[in-house]
């Protein structure tokens, strides 16, 4: 079994530009010994689906030890790289996102989500709030002695429906990109955008690798990697297809068919 070390070297490695890295979110130590059972390379949590396997609604209303205590079933149940979405830090000061990221790692991740999604309310943090929290991230992580790969997310394009996209909006991802680069982030996930150009473009001009979540039928993961994408993630999708077809099972068995 690798060290921690090595497996952050490891997922590190994995994000490559035009041939990324594609991850199947799951929820549960269950879900993810699926997915490394059916070849994964890596395992990545999503945070609407651990909290709706909880019982909660997402936006940091599961209580964070039980984040941690799914956290550590799931590190104890496969040997593959573990990333986990922990949405904005789970806490509004630098302080607090720094004990949070060293107990993330304590408990087996090489990786983590962080958004700069307010979780109370709508909008973003600045980037002048934001920035100071992913340096505690990164500072954390040293601390620790990881290469922790610090996942960026930003929530410029959820705040706009897929038809409002526009350069004006990609301009200020790039600009989050180059700050969240300088403040210790490893990548930038840019959930929502689905466009073509401005994907191929944020992959040119970004200092960090993207990773785009897969919404729907397009873009495949064939044409993320042609525009340059280094991960690709499925969010909430993998849990709510397994939701379905557990109800669609129930309904057989229930109706006696």
């Not at 079994?1 to 490891?10: C, G, R």
């Not at 010994?33 to 890596?42: R, Y």
């Not at 350069?167 to 930038?188: F, V």
């Amino acid at each position: 079994m690798s060290t921690l070390e090595e497996k952050a070297a490891l997922f590190q490695k994995s994000h490559v530009k035009g041939k990324p890295l594609v991850l199947v979110n799951v929820w549960d130590a269950g879900s993810a010994k699926a997915m490394q059972s059916v070849g994964a390379t890596a395992i990545a949590t999503g945070s609407w689906s651990v909290a709706a396997a909880h019982g909660e609604q997402d936006g940091e209303a599961l209580s964070f030890h039980l984040v941690l205590a799914n956290l550590a079933r799931i590190t104890g149940s496969v040997d593959l790289p573990v990333t986990i979405d922990i949405e904005g830090g789970y806490g509004r000061l630098v302080s607090e996102v720094k004990q949070n990221i060293l107990q993330v790692i304590d408990h087996g991740a090489v990786g983590v989500n962080i958004e700069d999604q307010l979780s109370a309310g709508s909008g973003l943090y600045t980037v002048e709030e934001q920035c100071p929290r992913l340096s505690a991230a990164r500072e954390a992580a040293e601390q620790a002695g990881i290469p922790l790969f610090i996942n960026a997310r930003t929530d410029i394009f959820l705040q706009h429906a897929p038809e409002h996209h526009n350069q004006s909006l990609l301009e200020e991802a790039l600009i989050r990109s180059n700050h969240y680069a300088e403040a210790g982030a490893s990548g930038l996930f840019v959930p929502g955008l689905q466009d073509h150009q401005l994907i191929q473009e944020l992959c040119e001009r970004s200092p960090l690798p993207i990773n785009v979540m897969v919404t729907s039928s397009e873009p495949s993961p064939k044409q993320l990697a042609a525009l340059g994408v280094a991960r690709v993630s499925y969010g909430p999708y993998p849990y709510l297809q397994a939701m379905e077809h557990l109800k669609e099972l129930g309904r057989s068995i229930l109706s006696g068919n």
